[in-house]
């Protein structure tokens, strides 16, 4: 049941984020297929075939990886929506003492970084993926 929960509070927060530009949606995706993959085979095998999220899961769970697309616009989301906060939290609220500052964006950094350096899934292996069957994807 808490895997479950946790898989429909990550897809809650991915469709939000697909929708909204600076909210974060591969992460939330990926932590969603993984709660349902432990909870529940119908929801998983719905994010596996889903058309928007179904090739984030597919390239993550064959190759550790992701495309060179999501790997840009992770990087490029990541800045603008750290950058904004830095700056909104500077000017307009209550500012932050220095070492916050620098711990959050030190943690934008290292999660770039992260994605980056995981394996660029090519666009006709992305093709390739979303031809298989669920079951070859699981297998």
């Not at 085979?41 to 090739?55: A, I, K, L, N, Q």
């Not at 603008?80 to 909104?88: D, E, K, M, N, R």
């Not at 030190?106 to 970084?113: H, K, M, Q, S």
Request: aromatic fraction near 16%; hydrophobic fraction near 55%; charged fraction near 15%.
């Amino acid at each position: 049941g808490l895997y479950f929960a946790l898989g429909l509070s990550m897809l809650g927060i991915a469709i939000v984020g697909a929708l909204v530009p600076g909210i974060p949606t591969t992460g939330p995706v990926l932590l969603a297929a993984f709660a349902f993959s432990k909870s529940s085979e119908r929801f998983d095998r719905w994010m596996v075939s889903h058309r928007t999220f179904g090739p984030v899961v597919r390239s993550w769970r064959l190759h550790r990886g992701f495309t060179l697309r999501v790997k840009r616009l992770a990087a490029i989301f990541i800045a603008l929506s750290f950058g904004f906060t830095t700056f909104a939290t500077a000017t307009w609220g209550t500012p932050w003492p220095v070492w916050a500052y620098v711990a959050f964006n030190g943690f934008a950094v290292l999660l770039t970084w992260w994605i980056v350096t995981r394996p660029t899934v090519s666009n006709e292996d992305r093709e390739s993926l979303m031809a298989m069957t669920y079951e070859e994807v699981m297998a």
